[in-house]
């Protein structure tokens, strides 16, 4: 009952969104769809076994404990991760298949979402608050 939520120290989730963003970005430059497969495969991993490499390898490199840093919730970086993996997926199917438009598309929405949380506004975030909401507006009706 007095369990601790699970959570992942900011530096980790923001490392995780700025390999997302350069991905993006180095995929754009070079025309190589394959780089979007680094974190699409990471995210994957992070979804079905909750163990991202890139969190996995970033945590070496933190100077304080774990629990010194600023906290993020782990349902919802799963719930974010879920919207990465989808748009990045989506993305690179696009560019797969020669459908540059949808390839444009979700890299766009996924790196700038990415982006946007890293200077401090969670697009996910405010989505799950609003999804929520919703159903519990929906359970007291």
Not at 53 to 70: N, Q
């Amino acid at each position: 009952m007095n369990e601790k939520p699970k959570s992942i120290p900011r530096p980790l989730v923001r490392l995780n969104q700025w390999v997302i963003v350069l991905s993006v970005v180095l995929t754009w430059i070079s025309q190589q769809e394959f780089i979007l497969l680094f974190p699409l495969l990471c995210g994957l991993m992070g979804l079905i076994f909750k163990v991202n490499p890139i969190i996995i390898v970033g945590s070496r490199f933190l100077r304080k404990e774990p629990s010194a840093y600023i906290p993020e919730d782990f349902e919802q970086q799963q719930f974010n991760q879920v919207i990465s993996v989808i748009c990045l997926g989506i993305g690179f199917g696009g560019y797969v298949f020669g459908w540059e438009v949808i390839g444009w598309m979700f890299t766009i929405m996924v790196a700038l979402a990415a982006f946007i949380a890293i200077l401090g506004f969670c697009v996910g975030c405010y989505i799950r608050f609003q999804w929520q909401q919703y159903q519990y507006r929906k359970s007291m009706s």
